[in-house]
């Protein structure tokens, strides 16, 4: 028996769908996974309620949730640019992590000093991190045809080796009992704390700090450039159609190596931010993975600044709901990932009916009426 239905593509693609898609995308997941609590065994309601409820239950959770939203948001603005240029950059994790690795570099150089400049300059240091290691599948695209999704994604791996080498050798902690991670950077390298002294705010006592506000700048920024600026236009045109970008002159090497640096300067910047934030020095392992969570953000935010925002929220949430059931439930943390997936898979199910809908089949051929041909005599 045939299905009922079947895929009709549209005269073009639904305005509708494309917002809605995000949305049914999320139902879906919590559908998944209160299946998922449901399998394992676990109060279902209940399990919902620690992941999703319970760490916005306080004011130290909403903080967890804007410091984590924080560098995942910055990240995505970056890639959201370049994917819009047609430029796939995969290695957003690595660049995040080189851009800790130069940001470290200048609080280790000068331990001891003190000065309003030492935040300025591992920022900006932070940032040439993140665009050297974005530079490198930028030339070899630009210069060779080579995939730029293969070789950003492969430095991924290499970034992680550089930094264990570092913590293990020349900046290994001398006090740090043989653990490969850095000296604890001085104040002057740190993000400030929102108001820690004020006593009576209400964001008293949580991690919060100045970082979350380079994100919040970076937003408008990143939408008048996309929106407003004759080169985020250039980069627009080359990503929808490219052969329309050569005729008008515009330079497909200029946009990648546009799309690829500036997202490699936000990562930078966002791995800067974690360094010389909640972390405070330089480890062996101290990326969560935001550089791959930031992807995921990019798709279900729909390449729009505000659509990011509201992603990296939500996976933010994710993070902290799989840091919940670990500790109340004894679920394992890996949760947080199963969720995130779950999301993405359930959002390229619906970004299929952006292009198609489901329409009910006609009347079968064989059920149909035949119509006997008319019989024509022919003149003796």
């Keep these: 028996m045939n299905f009922p239905y079947q895929l009709e593509a549209r005269p073009a693609p639904s305005r509708t769908m494309q917002l809605a898609a995000p949305l049914l995308a999320a139902l879906l997941t919590l559908a998944g996974g209160w299946l998922i609590f449901s399998l394992v065994g676990k109060d279902a309601g209940a399990a919902m309620a620690a992941f999703f409820v319970e760490p916005l239950s306080s004011v130290d959770g909403w903080a967890e949730l804007l ?8 990240i995505g603005l970056g890639l959201a640019l370049a994917y819009r240029a047609n430029v796939w950059n995969i290695g957003a994790e690595g660049q995040m992590l080189l851009g800790g690795v130069a940001a470290s570099g200048v609080a280790i150089y000068f331990d001891g000093a003190s000065g309003w400049w030492i935040l300025p300059l591992m920022m900006l240091a932070g940032m040439l991190g993140g665009m050297v290691w974005a530079a490198i599948p930028a030339f070899l695209r630009s210069r060779f045809n080579t995939s730029e999704i293969l070789v950003s994604l492969m430095l991924t791996y290499v970034a992680p080796q550089l930094i264990i080498y570092l913590v293990s050798g020349p900046w290994r902690d001398p006090q740090g009992m043989n653990f490969p991670l850095s000296e604890m950077f001085g104040p002057d390298a740190l ?10 705010a209400f964001w008293h006592g949580t991690r919060i700090n100045a970082s979350v506000f380079i994100t919040l700048a970076a937003i408008p920024l ?8 004759f080169a ?20 497909e090497r200029r946009t990648i190596w ?8 936000l990562a930078g910047l966002a791995g800067m931010g974690e360094i010389a934030g909640p972390i405070g020095q330089l ?28 992603a990296s929220l939500l996976m933010a949430l994710l993070y902290l709901g799989g840091e919940a059931v670990q500790t109340s439930l004894q679920l394992p943390q890996a949760l947080s990932g199963v969720f995130q997936g779950l999301l993405l898979f359930c959002l390229l199910g619906c970004d299929l009916f952006v292009n198609y809908r489901l329409r009910r089949r006609g009347v079968t051929a064989a059920a149909a009426p035949t119509v006997q041909p008319l019989e024509t005599s022919t003149l003796s």
């Design 67 to 74: 410091l984590k939203a924080s560098p995942i948001c910055l």
């Design 191 to 200: 993000y400030p704390v929102f108001y820690a002294d004020w006593h009576w």
């Design 222 to 229: 990143i939408w008048l450039f996309m929106k407003k600026s």
């Design 232 to 251: 985020g236009y250039r980069m627009n045109v080359g990503g929808l159609a490219p052969l329309a970008a050569c005729y008008a002159g515009f330079s």
């Design 258 to 265: 546009s799309a690829m640096l500036i997202s490699g300067a």
């Design 283 to 310: 480890q062996s392992t101290w990326s969560p993975g935001y550089g791959f969570t930031a992807i995921i953000v990019v798709f279900v935010g729909r390449l729009h600044p505000i659509g990011i925002v509201l």
